[in-house]
Nanobody, 125 residues
Framework: HVQLVESGGGSVQAGGSLRLPCAAS????????MAWFRQSPGEEREGVAA???????TYEDSVRGRFTISKDNTKNTLYLQMNSLKPEDTAMYYC????????????????????WGQGTQVTVS
């Protein structure tokens, strides 16, 4: 049973930084893609960033240059470093993963992701 647990959320002023870890357990294989999605009240869930099994990142346009996705395979932990935060970054942030796959990662379709965490709230004022 795969479990993803996010942490690190909180309240921060505009221009500040936060680092979100996502600890994975129950994995019997390395995931194909790991990603961060976010959702604000009344809005659809949107992809923020993804990273492939060989470490290639993909970013949504509004966060490119401000956010960095990374992973530590020895700790089974995914990270999202968020710098220069803006009020529009306020949302619930979710960690997600897929089984091993031969094709690249996308953040355009959350249905491709089988595993989800419960989310951590980020509020920027």
């Amino acid at each position: 049973h795969v479990q993803l647990v996010e942490s690190g959320g909180g309240s921060v002023q505009a221009g500040g930084s936060l680092r979100l870890p996502c600890a994975a357990s129950g994995l019997t294989y390395s995931p194909g893609c790991m990603a961060w999605f976010r959702q604000s009240p009344g809005e659809e869930r949107e992809g923020v960033a993804a990273i492939s099994s060989d470490g290639i990142p993909t970013y949504e346009d509004s966060v490119r240059g401000r956010f960095t996705i990374s992973k530590d395979n020895t700790k089974n932990t995914l990270y999202l470093q968020m710098n220069s935060l803006k009020p529009e970054d306020t949302a619930m942030y979710y960690c997600a993963g897929t089984p091993p796959r031969l094709w690249g990662c996308t953040i355009d379709d959350s249905d491709e992701y089988n595993y989800w965490g419960q989310g951590t709230q980020v509020t920027v004022s």
